[in-house]
């Protein structure tokens, strides 16, 4: 999960929409309390420690920030612009939180009050020491604090604006998507519509997997420069990449592919350069896209699909290869702090299974596994779950395998289909990055389903470019299982030049 930094902007709550362009004024609200007088105020069991008029900026409207207390340790932060659209956005967090993420400036833009909390503690994304001594903090994190937030943001937007919630959405990445299906299956009445993009739901068997990694990375010879990464990519891409109508350097028919990394063994498995892998490389390459059981197969982690796009910056080189690799630091503080509580542990030599006591608690404060959605489809709920095909923190084909015990859990496909999207955006990284289109607007697909019955179907996903805003391209983003085929003609750049196909 990405660690998501505290983002506090600089500081002024009018937004006025004319002619589709936001225009500013400063008048206070028609009818509720001005941003000024919430400050020092109890509402929701909350208390608000700090207002502020939070002044516009070029990508962001003029907004009330509201800073509050739920006792003991729940800090949260509601931002609440002036031309409301009376609906709320809450946005989840980032790997073991301990911040509170910055404004969804999306949201923002199109009129939601948005909401954000630190998860009940203070600290590094990679830190889970908070989970050791302080059972409060632990069960805040593994799903207390999204409901506690939702009750107190409920009374202060009431307050605020003289008016109530029409509809609430979550909408998070990696943890974030793990808070979120947390949400649908323990809170099913909490939300309208739930975007859980890259979720970490499987906690156990996702740290399972990054502990087994680790070790064989760690392994005599296991350890893999950027030229081993970038010949497993390459040969990848080489076997693959064209599956889908066009040599992109992506591979978007993934279904399709099937590649060995067998035929990288360097001659007696011995490492004998940077074209080929030995035993020891090639064990980690296995480790990394096996499935991880554990306790009997009690707990579970689908292997990650070799994408092509290993070598892409943001891949390997941040969540497996590199020293330390997020993947390293995610287990090592889990074993450190869940498992066997000690501090001075070394996760490289822990036996995973060996308490299963242990697992069992992690599982029940932390995963959302329960394929049982019917309370959410029953209180009207919609779900959109987004994942990257090229994320190498979470493996997309958990996503897929949860989703598909969701499906037979409600029925069968006719009956998912009532309430669930699924999109893989091939070439994509961990929440964004790698060289996939990476930026798609999940949240109007949502609203329009859940206020006007229009169920999403294919969207469209961009490539910004950083810095400048601008598009570099576009493809169509493919309810699964289908994936964007080129039409064998027109600019690759534009989505228009490609279908979604059928593996």
Not at 404 to 427: E, W
Request: aromatic share 8%; charged share 15%; hydrophobic share 40%.
């Amino acid at each position: 999960m990405k660690p998501t930094p505290v983002a506090w902007p600089a500081l002024s709550c009018r937004t006025a929409f004319a002619l589709g362009i936001l225009v500013f004024s400063s008048a206070a609200p028609a009818s509720g309390t001005d941003c000024a007088s919430l400050a020092g105020q109890t509402i929701g069991g909350a208390s608000i420690v700090g207002t502020a008029v939070i002044a516009a900026t070029a990508t962001a409207p003029e907004y009330c920030r509201v800073r509050g207390l739920i006792s003991p340790q729940l800090n949260f932060e509601l931002r609440l612009p002036v031309a409301w659209n009376h609906k709320l956005h809450y946005g989840g967090g980032g790997g073991y939180n301990g911040a509170i993420p910055g404004p969804n400036l999306p949201a923002l833009r199109q009129g939601y009050a948005q909401v954000s909390s630190d998860s009940g503690h203070q600290g590094s994304a990679l830190d889970a020491s908070f989970a050791l001594d302080d059972p409060v903090a632990a069960q805040l994190f593994g799903s207390g604090s999204v409901p506690m937030v939702m009750g107190a943001a409920r009374e202060i937007v009431r307050e605020h604006y003289g008016r109530k919630i029409r509809k609430a959405y979550f909408e998070g990445c990696s943890n974030g998507g793990r808070e979120a299906l947390v949400a649908a299956q323990r809170d099913p009445t909490l939300f309208d519509g739930i975007i859980a993009r890259a979720p970490a739901y499987n906690w156990v068997g996702i740290m399972g997997a990054f502990n087994r990694t680790a070790k064989a990375l760690a392994a005599p010879g296991g350890a893999m420069s950027p030229a081993k990464v970038k010949a497993l990519a390459d040969a990848v891409l080489a076997a693959c990449d064209a599956g889908d109508g066009i040599a992109d350097g992506v591979v978007s028919n993934a279904a399709a592919c099937s590649f060995d990394p067998a035929t990288l063994r360097c001659p007696g498995g011995a490492d004998t350069g940077d074209t080929c892998l030995s035993d020891a490389q090639l064990a980690v390459v296995d480790s990394w896209t096996s499935p991880a059981t554990f306790a009997g197969g009690t707990y579970r982690n689908a292997g990650w699909p070799l994408s092509g796009n290993e070598a892409a910056p943001g891949a390997w080189d941040a969540w497996v290869t590199g020293t330390p690799s997020l993947q390293f630091l995610f287990q090592d503080t889990t074993v450190k702090n869940y498992l066997a509580r000690d501090p001075a542990a070394n996760s490289l030599a822990y036996d995973f299974e060996s308490d299963p006591g242990a697992l069992f608690a992690l599982e029940a404060l932390n995963s959302a596994t329960n394929p049982d959605l019917t309370p959410f489809v029953g209180a009207g709920g919609k779900l959109i779950v987004w994942h990257g095909g090229n994320d190498s923190a979470l493996s997309v084909r958990a996503t897929t395998e949860y989703l598909a015990q969701v499906t037979a859990a409600v029925g069968g496909a006719a009956n998912a289909d009532q309430f669930l999207r699924y999109y893989v955006a091939p070439g994509v990284n961990h929440c964004a990055g790698g060289p996939g289109a990476d930026t798609a607007d999940l949240l109007t697909a949502l609203d329009r389903w859940v206020t006007r019955g229009r169920a999403p179907g294919n969207l469209t996903a961009s490539k910004i470019e950083a810095g400048t805003g601008a598009t570099v391209f576009q493809r169509p983003l493919c309810v699964y299982p289908g994936f964007p085929q080129y039409k064998g003609r027109g600019d690759p750049a534009l989505a228009s030049s490609y279908r979604c196909a059928t593996p």
